[in-house]
């Protein structure tokens, strides 16, 4: 039974063998000497072939001598086909498909020889599912092949010579979606010469030689050529913000991987590459698209490139030649192309030379750099700017070298993500220019992803010169360090955009003008808690004779040098919420001189005291200390009548002053007490204690204290040229207690003093007797072993005075009643009454004197006519006067 089974089974097979032995030849038959008719009949194509095998089984066609041509050339709506193949081999092809859907489904295509002009259909209304590709490959090979690939509008796309390709998993872009590569596939091999690609018509890319090994893709002479000026680019395409021109000797990378609009590589290299870039100053809208595919490079080298990017005007805004860039993970898109950088990555190098920027006012060269993700080092920097005149800060500086270790330097949509742990500036020199008529327009920082860190700032061994008008700040062997500073959405609210969480600075041969003084100091140093200024002189830069010229009224010069200040404490003037906290500040060995002229007219403008003037610091301040120690005080004035200018000193000037504030800082207490010790007039001990509450708003204060040892003649400096009084004697006390607030002053003086005179100088200088005997008739000379106290009241204060003026009216009143008696008024009218009786007396003599002599010579003249008129008398008188 089994061997009639097996003898059934194998008479079955071997019809089924037989029949398909006779399909497979009559199949190839019919495909012989009937595909052609059918293509044509049910095709757009004509397809014509030498030689033609098929096997049914497998799906294999071989064919050769083929030529192919579209029926109707003009019919867009198909792809276009014409040229011929030497051999064509396929495998699996889908007879279903080619019988029923009229579609050539082909797993493997292999074309020997291929000299085609491919022409792509129009794309199809997207809404519409008709698919007019009637074409399907899955993998391609192609040996010894010349391509041409046109648009529907006869606009080439893609042109090869002697190409030899490998593709696995191919598929042609169906043209639904605008931007999207024509071909894309997985795996690639390839060989070719004179490579064209017209992806849109703004770029065209090529290339004379491609070549693969294993794996790795080597193309020469690679170049992405702009079809269009850069007139033309900005009139067509007015929203797209870059043009592009890249030219390369050489181009190499792996893993070329295209997917729709994306293309990927990885391990790319550019050897000599020259890469233009035009900028264009508009801002593309949102929806249109600036940049058409996305980029991916994983890994990026570039040997000895050359970088130019230019301004809309043409101008060169960045330069570099020589060099060198690795970049890992590069991407550029539609959104990068948007930016000042028109891409994005993960980590890179850069190593390059005669790097050059020149923004709108400033043209900044860099000899060398060498920069990535982690650091920056710029060496032999340059900036110079390219106007005379801005309405920003014009900088002409030059370093040695900058260098910066960063956390974090990326771009986040297009805004600055920083954080950099140190700042290194070394040999900063030159100058930066104050700009003229600077905008008020509040700076943006859209551009910096908040929090913006620098952890540490360096600048060493630096000179600068801040160059304002009238007033150039002038730094030496300038030294400073700040940390931790910060710029986020909380200080960019203030005056200064950023924090600083400590700082120090030192500098040598510091020099600050104004227009009317010059400050230096041999060393100046200052960090958050503590401050040292060393060799201090504020020194004017006019004669006295130029400072009276210029000024419109009246106005103290100053001649001040101090040999060392220093202020312990913490402050902050950089945040929106300054202040000032100070433990203690000390003036050591100040010379101050001070002269006043009071040849310019008068400043008629309210002068407030002390306490108002505290009260007026807007910021919180507090000085628990200031002292003023081994110093010397000189104060001079002149009037228009006074001969030279009237004298104060003060030597050996200690002052204590407390609590020295501006009302305004919580907790702190606002009364100042102030203790004053000192030689006045370089020969008598003065001790003053005054004090007042910044607090009070009627400005309240009190003032007290005494003057001992005092000769007259000491003040003989001040009031000989100012008053013309000359004084001699002793005064051995004089003490004062005063209270007041800004209405005037109350108070008592007393002074003990032996021997006082007073003499009263004529214009030459000469003493005027007569005056000085009057004026010392009234004068008490002599105190008395127990002197009593004057009372000081209702003095007034001229409110366009300063407070020392009060002062000195309230002494002036209390010598008054201490010296010429309590009837004061009465006293001076008699004073006044003499003076003016003894000047009328002089002058009635002097009058008297006159009228005889007029009388005398007249007398003579009559004696004289009479002797005239009697000949004998004149001959008489004649020879008497000739003996």
Known sequence: MKKIYLKVLSIALGIIFLIILIANFGMNFWLKYQLPDFIKNNTDYNISYQRLEVNLGTGAIFATGISVNNKNPENQAVIGFQGTVDTLSVSRIGIFDLLVNKKINVSDLT?????????????????????????????????????????????????????????????????????????????????????????????????????????????KDFAMHPLLSYVDFRRFYPKKR??????????????????????????????????????????????????????????????QAKILIL????????????????????????????????????????????????????????????????????????????????????????????????????????????????????????????PENPKKKKATFDRIDFPLMVRNVQLKNSNLVLDRPNNPLQFNNLNANLKNIEMNESTIKGKIPFKVGDYGFSTNNFNYKTQ???FSASLLKLNKNSAQISNFEMRPTLSLAEFIRKIPTEKDLYNLKVKQISMNGNWDFESSNPYLNVSQLTFDG???????????????SEKPLYSK?????????????????????????????????????????????????????????????IEIQCKFMNVSPMNVKWSFDTANMTDAFAISGNISDLPASGINPFIEPYLKIRAVGNISDLIFNF??????????LKMKHKDLRVSILKETGEKNKLLSAVANIFVRSDSGKYPESVLVDHVQRDKTKSFFNLFW?????????????????????KVKNTVENTKSALEQNKKDMKETKQEVKEKVQNVKEKINEKPLLKNLFRKKSEK
Do not use: C
Not at 399 to 409: I, P, T, Y
Not at 615 to 620: F, G, H, L, V
Not at 739 to 748: C, M, R, S
Not at 809 to 829: A, W
């Open 111 to 219: 074309l020997n020889s291929p000299n085609l002009n491919i022409i792509l259909p129009k794309p199809f209304d997207k809404k519409s599912k008709k698919d007019k590709n009637p074409f399907l490959f899955e993998n391609i090979n192609i040996s010894k092949g010349n391509l041409k690939i046109f648009k529907h509008d006869k606009q080439k796309l893609l042109s090869v010579n002697d190409l030899n390709l490998q593709l696995e998993n191919m598929k042609l872009n169906d043209g639904s979606k605008s931007g999207k590569l024509p071909v894309i596939f997985d795996q690639y091999d390839i060989s070719a010469r004179n490579i064209f690609f017209r992806p849109d018509n703004v770029y065209a890319f090529t290339a004379t030689n491609i070549t693969t090994k294993t794996g790795q893709l080597n193309i």
């Open 516 to 518: 009317f003084y010059r």
């Open 242 to 303: 870059n043009l592009f021109d890249l030219k390369t000797s050489e181009m190499e990378f792996k893993d070329f991987i295209l997917k729709d609009d994306k293309i990927a590589l990885t391990k790319v290299r550019f050897a000599n590459p020259d890469l233009k870039m035009h900028t264009t100053d508009v801002k593309p809208a949102e929806k249109e698209r600036s940049f058409t595919y996305e980029v991916s490079l994983e890994d990026v080298i570039m040997d």
């Open 311 to 434: 301004k809309p005007d043409g101008t060169p805004k960045f330069a570099a030649e020589k060099l060198n860039m690795s970049i890992n993970k590069l991407m550029m898109d539609d959104e990068t192309a948007k930016g000042n950088i028109p891409f994005q990555y993960h980590d890179f190098k850069i190593n390059a030379q005669k790097v050059n920027y020149i923004s709108a006012s400033q043209n900044i060269k860099v000899a060398a750099a060498a920069i990535n993700s982690k650091s920056a080092d710029l060496r032999d920097i340059l900036v110079k700017p390219t106007v005379s005149k801005s309405d920003k800060p014009l900088m002409d500086l030059s370093s040695r070298q900058v260098f910066l270790k960063v956390n974090e330097w990326k771009f986040i949509n297009n805004k600055l993500k920083l954080d950099v742990e140190n700042v290194l500036i070394s040999s900063l020199n030159g100058k930066i220019q104050h």
């Open 739 to 748: 209270k007041g607030n800004y209405e005037g002053l109350n108070g008592t």
């Open 590 to 604: 100040m010379n101050a001189e001070i002269f006043r002229s009071k040849i310019p007219k008068d400043d008629l």
């Open 809 to 829: 009216k309230g002494i002036e009143e209390g010598l008054k009643k201490t010296l010429i008696g309590k009837n004061i008024e009465v006293t001076e009218k």
């Open 613 to 673: 003037l505290l009260r007026s610091i807007k910021m919180p301040m507090f000085v628990q200390q200031m002292t003023i120690k081994n110093s010397y005080l000189q104060y001079e004035e002149d009037t228009k009548k006074s001969d030279g200018p009237g004298k104060l000193t003060f030597d050996q000037f200690n002052m204590k002053v407390k609590n020295l504030n501006s009302g305004k800082m919580k907790g702190k207490p606002t009364q100042v007490p």
